[in-house]
């Protein structure tokens, strides 16, 4: 069993920026994937980032050139740098993991707010 907790949302104005953090615990593993997914009130949940085992990262285009997803081991954590923030990033951001072969993550954090005005 995987726990994930998350922080470092808040408000910012436009053109800010975030670093959101997911600290995770338990039955950790080092073959597990983790992404960063948002929803956003009244909208379907949608990916932000993925990075897998090897600490290849992957983006939606919403988030490239923006969002840098990262892991740090050591300290178990993941990270989502987020700059330029648009009001449409407004959203609650939630951080996953799961073995990478899975078709989609089985551990979720409880999310964390992000407001952009």
């Known amino acids: 069993h995987v726990q994930l907790v998350e922080s470092g949302g808040g408000s910012v104005q436009a053109g800010g920026s975030l670093k959101l953090s997911c600290e995770f615990s338990?039955?950790?593993?080092?073959?597990?994937?983790m992404g960063w997914y948002r929803q956003a009130p009244g909208k379907e949940e949608e990916g932000v980032a993925v990075?897998?085992?090897?600490?290849?990262?992957s983006y939606t285009e919403t988030a490239k050139g923006r969002f840098t997803i990262s892991k740090d081991r050591a300290k178990n954590t993941l990270y989502l740098q987020m700059n330029n923030l648009k009001p449409e990033d407004t959203a609650m951001y939630y951080c996953?993991?799961?073995?990478?072969?899975?078709?989609?993550?089985?551990?979720w954090g409880q999310g964390t707010q992000v407001t952009v005005s």
């Open positions: 990075v897998d085992s090897r600490g290849t990262a």
């Open positions: 996953a993991a799961d073995f990478c072969d899975r078709a989609d993550f089985g551990y």
């Open positions: 338990g039955n950790t593993n080092a073959d597990y994937c």
